[in-house]
């Protein structure tokens, strides 16, 4: 267990649909970062928040969206749902911000399936 | 831009032998970091090893050493006295300080009983 969690374990909806996925990191990691799992696509870097701020962007889709609230937890947000949207989303959170030492550790993960 | 490369789509390796997962990767950054993780069918991501650009010896942990060339931009994870349990997809990783991990497109090892 590595002290992340994500809800919900699965989710599936349909094309058009709007889901939220949640990511709690591990206690006293201020950063957090969303992964997209895809057969064609691999492991995609989504996005970096760290205290609440993003701070970095990767190839997220202009119909996905998150944030990072107080507490620390994050959500991720897909809309307008396409069939190739169906991926395993994963959150990962590291304590510090600088330093390459950091390691990331990874949530069970979000299976989204858009039918 | 960073890139990792890994060319061993699968592998098949006999219970109790010595395997080695290729990694290479490309940046043109001084300090960075490597990492392999391992995704069983259950689909978590696990952390295994660490090396950094400046670490003078290979990382060890356990039954997982990392065999890192860096003339030859090479950080090949070996995997000792391989079990039934090591089965999994094998994904080797780069990170430049606290950015993203770019990940490679990953081995699936399958360990022959």
């Known amino acids: 267990d590595s002290g992340v969690t994500q809800t919900p374990k699965h989710l599936i909806t349909a094309t058009g649909q709007r889901v939220t996925l949640r990511c709690s990191p591990r206690s006293g990691d201020l950063s957090v970062y969303w992964y997209q799992q895809s057969l064609d696509q691999g492991l995609q870097f989504l996005i970096q928040y760290y205290n609440g701020e993003e701070r970095a962007k990767g190839n997220i889709l202009e119909r996905f969206s998150a944030q990072q609230f107080p507490d620390l937890h994050s959500e991720l947000n897909l809309s307008s749902l396409e069939l190739g949207d169906s991926a395993l989303y994963f959150c990962?959170?590291?304590?510090?911000?600088?330093?390459?030492?950091?390691?990331?550790?990874f949530g069970p993960g979000t299976r989204l399936t858009v039918l | 831009a960073q890139k990792i490369t890994q060319t061993q789509p699968g592998m098949f390796v006999q219970e109790k032998e010595a395997v080695t997962l290729d990694c290479t990767y490309d940046t043109s950054d001084q300090s960075y970091g490597l990492f392999w993780y391992k995704q069983p069918s259950s689909g978590e991501m696990i952390f295994l090893i660490y090396q950094g650009s400046y670490d003078e010896q290979n990382a060890t942990e356990g039954r997982y050493s990392l065999n890192f060339q860096k003339a030859r931009k090479s950080a090949n994870l070996v995997i000792s006295a391989s079990q039934l349990g090591d089965s999994a997809m094998y994904f080797c990783a780069m990170r430049r300080g606290n950015e993203k991990l770019t990940f490679g497109t990953g081995t699936r090892l399958t360990i022959i009983p």
């Open positions: 990962a959170s590291s304590v510090l911000l600088a330093g390459v030492r950091n390691e990331q550790f």
